[in-house]
Structures are given as C-alpha cells and as structure tokens.
Nanobody
Framework: QVELVESGGGLVQAGGSLRLSCAASGATFSSYDMAWFRQAPGKERVFVAYISRRDTTAYADFVKGRFTISREVAARTLFLQMNNLKPEDTANYYC??????????????????WGQGTQVTVSS
C-alpha cells in the first residue's frame, strides 16, 4: 500500500508562483512513475505533468514552460514548481503513482495510488 500526501496549495495572484509537494510512504519511491493531475469544479481530472522512474518528464501543453516536475528520492517527495500562474490554473491538484498499473503516462487509469489533493486558487 502506498500513501501520498500533497501540500503547498493556496491562494496566489496571477503571475505568482507556488511549489506543491507530495510525500510518499509505504513503497519503494524510486520504483514507480509519478504524475500530477488537476481537477477544476465540474470538470474531469486532467493530466498536468509526469516523471518516470528514470526521471524522464512530460507536460501538458497548457503548462509547458511554466511548471516543472521533479522528485527527491531520499526524501521520498515529488514536487511541482508552478510559475506564472493563471486564473485557469485554479483547481485541486493531485499526485499519483503508477504502482502496479501501466498505460499511457497522461491517463488517469494508469495510476493506482492517489493523494487527497491540494487546492490551488489563482486570482486575477
């Protein structure tokens, strides 16, 4: 069993920055692919960023050049640095890990374990 706990969300003005963290426990952190997704009210959960067990990264087009995914293996923590935030970035952000699942890196169904989410609100 893997437990993921996100933190770092909050209220920020447009153009500002936030750094989300996701602390993992219960499994070998470096063995899994990990990702960030987000979900706005009334909308489906969508892919934001991905990092493989070999540190290959991928991003949704709408965050390229603004967001950076990284992880610190020793600390068992996943990060999402978010710069130049826009009001449309407002959502609940979730981290996820593949566990025993597989599939496309940007698909919700490819991830077995999920955190509870952290709210990001960007004011205009």
């Amino acid at each position: 069993q893997v437990e993921l706990v996100e933190s770092g969300g909050g209220l920020v003005q447009a153009g500002g920055s936030l750094r989300l963290s996701c602390a993992a426990s219960g499994a070998t952190f470096s063995s899994y692919d990990m990702a960030w997704f987000r979900q706005a009210p009334g909308k489906e959960r969508v892919f934001v960023a991905y990092i493989s067990r070999r540190d290959t990264t991928a991003y949704a087009d709408f965050v390229k050049g603004r967001f950076t995914i990284s992880r610190e293996v020793a600390a068992r923590t996943l990060f999402l640095q978010m710069n130049n935030l826009k009001p449309e970035d407002t959502a609940n952000y979730y981290c996820a890990t593949s566990g025993d699942y597989g599939g496309w890196y940007n698909a919700v169904t490819s991830y077995q374990y999920w955190g509870q989410g952290t709210q990001v609100t960007v004011s205009s």
